[in-house]
């Protein structure tokens, strides 16, 4: 087995976390782009858009509902990950993210950051669909939902390598970081103009922990074998 306190001390040769600003910068984008679609020839909605959004923006950009998965639409699971309702919903998750994202991006290695990321979006937008599948279901918060249990996970799983103080700081500022994220978007849902959706945070955290296991084990076994545990990521959707 691995040592695995060695992300933790390569942290500072790998400042960097390219995964992160990668996925950032496409929530970013297709921001940009729905509002192309929104506003072309209307700049004066600009306001309109930053405060409320576009929902004809947001389907052109990648939105999921239960209607266009009855189309066939498939794709839709992978891009309304990067799909957001206004401004502010996206300022709070990338901002979010981008704080805590780059911990996770250096214990868990790029690669397995980013098959977190969207196991984890994915399997709470199937949540939030089953659960209401009258609505529509976008944002990244159960992709930063997943990072942050992921993450917990990390340290718990590595109990009996890394000191105890360190396993309890990480675990319990993975929690407190998840709390900040749910409590923004409680408090917004009840002054009005954004919904709360609970299963789509729960479904990504859950994702979170499930795929923690086979990935860890993909990342401190030596065995030649320890590349078959990817596979099993996939399954977790």
């Given amino acids: 087995m691995r040592n695995s306190i060695e992300p933790i001390a390569s942290a500072a040769t790998n ?3 390219w995964a992160t600003w990668i996925l950032s910068a496409l929530s970013v984008l297709s921001f940009l782009l729905a509002g192309r679609v929104a506003l072309v020839g209307r700049w004066d909605n600009l306001r309109w858009f930053l405060l409320v959004g576009d929902a004809h923006a947001q ?5 999921l509902s239960a209607a266009s998965i009855d189309e066939g639409e498939w ?3 992978l891009t309304t990950l990067f799909v957001h309702q206004d401004f502010f919903h996206l300022l709070i998750n ?3 993210f981008f704080g805590f994202g780059r911990r996770g991006e250096t214990l868990w290695g790029s690669g397995r950051f980013v098959s977190i990321y969207l196991a984890a979006g994915i399997t709470g937008a199937v949540f939030a669909l089953a659960h209401e599948p009258a ?5 990244s918060s159960a992709s930063i939902s997943g990072i942050m249990a992921s993450v917990a996970t990390w ?3 590595n109990r009996r390598v ?3 103080n360190i396993v309890r700081t990480g675990i319990r500022q ?3 970081a998840f709390a900040w994220l749910m409590g923004w978007w409680a408090l917004l849902s009840w002054l009005g103009g954004t919904t709360f959706h609970g299963v789509y945070f729960l479904g990504g955290a859950l994702a979170g922990v499930a795929v923690a296991f086979p990935l860890h084990a993909q990342q401190t076994l030596t065995s030649p074998t320890r590349w078959a545990y990817w596979a099993l990521v996939p399954l977790v959707p």
């Fill in 15 to 17: 400042p960097r976390p």
């Fill in 59 to 63: 389907e052109a950009v990648g939105a």
């Fill in 75 to 77: 794709w839709r699971l």
């Fill in 94 to 96: 990338v901002s979010t």
């Fill in 135 to 139: 609505r529509r279901v976008i944002g």
């Fill in 155 to 157: 340290y718990f799983l």
């Fill in 162 to 164: 890394l000191p105890p």
């Fill in 174 to 176: 993975s929690i407190v």
